[in-house]
Structures are given as structure tokens and as C-alpha cells.
């Protein structure tokens, strides 16, 4: 049964005092990852995020959580410790998603690194280097644990030069770290999602056992969207903005079969109710382009593509149809990150309110 929380039933369950461990998320978009933390038992204390549509986004969900909503290269270690009342050493988890486009499998890759790119609502150079500002942070921060995530491409061809740069830097920190690529759904998620994901642990807080044990094993069982999208309704709102027979792409959608990807627009799929999804990415709101799509020949519905990122069916979305399947598409899916808090919990490396 897939079964996920009410965001009422997270505001309840770890902003009363009720928490396992704190985090500070940076990068945090739309919130994928803070929905994970909740999950996990944990209250998000700060999140930094510039995108203004992301920032409505999260005010509406989670309006008690302080945002410190300037560009990351303009923010301090203090100014977080500061707005979020704890001193270094402190903080039990920092939290890290990088914009990742630069190190995408899909798309030209290293051709692009170091130029202007589009970014959501907004155009940012260097979008690679800003895992170093987060490492930047890290240092004056020292938590106990960081999570930072980014895409499976970082681990791969000539963005491994990248990849070792950035542990070395991580590690110079003061902190044992493992990297690992997930697939998120091996971890509940219905949706085949390969993510990178390092994890650090504080020198000080390191024991020998833990060795291997970093991250969360795969669960054999793959939710599927047949059952993933159990009691979903269509509305009229959402068959008008799902419609793309009036675009030339839905010739070739309509000739797949169920589980089919397109031979020539590789980027087109059509789902099958008996599988897991496709990725679904940030450009997947851009109805009538090549993108995962129902068996139905017609885009997902943005209460659809929630199920599929594991997000709550009451999570707030702000914004256009393509604004709000940006959101989603760019957010890390929640049941992977709870995943990921739940065994550092498990094993021991954060427990008790702190």
C-alpha cells in the first residue's frame, strides 16, 4: 500500500517540541528534501532558497521555518547559525542540493559547464560551483552529519575530475565521507531516480561501525503507478492542462506501447501502470515536448506527478501548471530522503531531540 503523510500531520509531529534532530537545508527548492526530513522525525529549523516561486512554495507549507532567501554566494555560515539560535557544532544534519543541470546524463554536459544558464525563473553563472559553496558553509557550520545530493552524471565520464575535487573538499572539512548513487525506487519512491548522494560524518562523531552503513539498503519491491495513483481523480482543470493532442508529439506518443520509449525522442515515454515511472525531470511540465507521459496519451497531472515524487497529496504548490511540475521535478523525492535520515537514525549517528 502507498500510503504517505499529510503535511498537517508533519507540522504536528516535529514543530511541538517533538523532533529527533534538526536540519538546515540549502538549495532547498520547492522542498522535497524538508518533506523527507519531516518524515524522518526531523524539524527543519532554516532553509536558504532564491527562486521566488520555490520560496511561495515553501512559505506555504511550512510558514514557521525562517528562509533566508538570497543568492548562496551572499550568505555566511553565521548568518545561519545566527537566524536559525545554535552555535557551530551544533546542527544535526546540513542538508545540500547543488543546481546539478551541468552534470546531468541527459543533455551535452561538460560543454556547458562554466556558462550562463537558465535556471528556473532565473539565469545563473558557474551553476557547478556552487557545491563549493556549500562546502564553504559546511565548514563554518560543523554539524554532525551533511547530506548534499546531486545527479547520477556527477559520478560519471569527466565529471568524476569534478566529483573528487568536491569530496576532497568535503572531507577537508573534518568529516569521513561515502558517496553512493540510490535509485529511489529501491526506496519506496514510483519512480526509477538515480541520485547521488554523499554522506558526511563529523570526525569526532565517527565510530568504526559504521563503516558500509552510510546509506540505506534497497528494498527488493517496486511501488507501482497502478497503485501509486489509487483513488486519483481526473478533474476539468486537469484534462485541460494535460492535453497535448494539438501538439506534433502526440502522433508519436499515441504509437507506443505501455512502457515504450520513443526510439527517436528519447526523452518520450509512456509510462506503463505495471511499472515504476520514468524520471521525472524539470522540464516535464512543458506539455507537447518529449517527457515521461501517461498511458493515456496525455502529460501527468500535477496530483499525478506529486504521487510519483512522493509528495503529500495536500503539499501547496504555487504558480502555473509548468511552474508547479517544475517544482516537483526538481525536488529531491521525499521518501528517499527519509530513507537516508531513517538509517543515520538506525544506526546511530543522530537521535534524541537535540
Not at 233 to 259: F, P, W
Not at 309 to 338: C, F, H, I, N, W
Request: charged fraction near 25%; proline fraction near 4%; charge should be positive.
Amino acid at each position: 500500500m502507498y500510503s504517505l503523510p499529510r503535511i498537517s500531520e508533519l507540522r504536528e509531529s516535529t514543530e511541538n517540541g517533538n523532533h529527533k534532530f534538526t536540519v538546515v537545508s540549502t538549495f532547498a527548492g520547492g522542498g522535497g528534501s524538508s518533506i523527507g526530513y519531516r518524515m524522518a522525525g526531523g524539524k527543519v529549523l532554516a532553509i536558504n532558497e532564491f527562486i521566488p516561486e520555490a520560496v511561495n512554495t515553501y512559505k506555504a507549507n511550512w510558514p514557521t521555518t525562517k528562509v533566508l532567501s538570497n543568492d548562496v554566494r551572499d550568505i555566511t555560515a553565521q548568518d545561519i547559525l545566527s537566524i536559525c539560535d545554535i552555535r557551530e557544532g551544533e546542527l544535526d544534519i546540513f542538508d545540500g542540493s547543488p543546481p546539478c543541470s551541468a552534470f546531468s546524463t541527459m543533455g551535452k554536459r561538460d560543454k556547458g559547464w562554466g556558462k550562463t544558464k537558465k535556471y528556473s525563473d532565473s539565469a545563473q553563472e558557474n551553476v557547478e560551483d556552487l557545491f563549493f559553496e556549500y562546502i564553504r558553509l559546511l565548514r563554518g557550520i560543523k554539524p554532525r552529519v551533511f547530506i548534499a545530493e546531486n545527479v547520477s552524471g556527477l559520478a560519471k565520464g569527466v565529471a568524476k575530475g569534478y566529483l573528487n575535487e568536491i569530496l576532497r573538499g568535503l572531507s577537508g572539512c573534518g568529516y569521513k565521507v561515502s558517496c553512493k548513487v540510490l535509485d529511489a525506487k529501491y526506496l519506496g519512491v514510483p519512480q526509477s531516480r538515480t541520485r547521488t548522494i554523499f554522506v558526511g560524518i563529523r570526525n569526532d562523531v565517527w565510530q568504526g561501525d559504521y563503516v558500509g552503513r552510510t546509506h540505506p539498503k534497497a528494498n527488493s519491491k517496486i511501488m507501482l503507478l497502478k497503485d501509486a495513483f489509487d483513488g486519483l481523480v481526473l478533474s476539468e482543470q486537469d484534462k485541460l492542462e494535460t492535453d497535448m493532442s494539438g501538439y506534433a508529439v502526440y502522433q508519436r506518443l499515441r504509437k507506443l506501447k505501455k512502457g515504450e520509449q520513443d526510439k527517436k525522442r528519447f526523452s518520450l515515454f509512456k509510462a506503463s501502470p505495471y511499472k515504476c515511472s520514468p524520471c521525472i525531470t524539470a522540464t516535464t511540465g512543458t506539455v507537447g515536448a518529449a517527457n515521461p507521459c501517461h498511458w493515456e496519451n496525455r502529460a501527468f497531472s500535477v496530483a499525478e506527478v506529486k504521487r510519483i515524487m512522493s509528495v503529500p497529496d495536500d503539499y501547496v504548490l504555487t504558480g502555473t501548471y509548468k511552474q508547479k511540475v517544475e517544482r516537483l521535478g526538481r525536488m529531491v523525492a521525499p521518501l528517499m530522503m527519509k530513507a537516508v535520515a531513517k538509517n543515520l537514525q538506525e544506526i546511530g549517528v543522530i537521535n534524541g531531540n537535540t
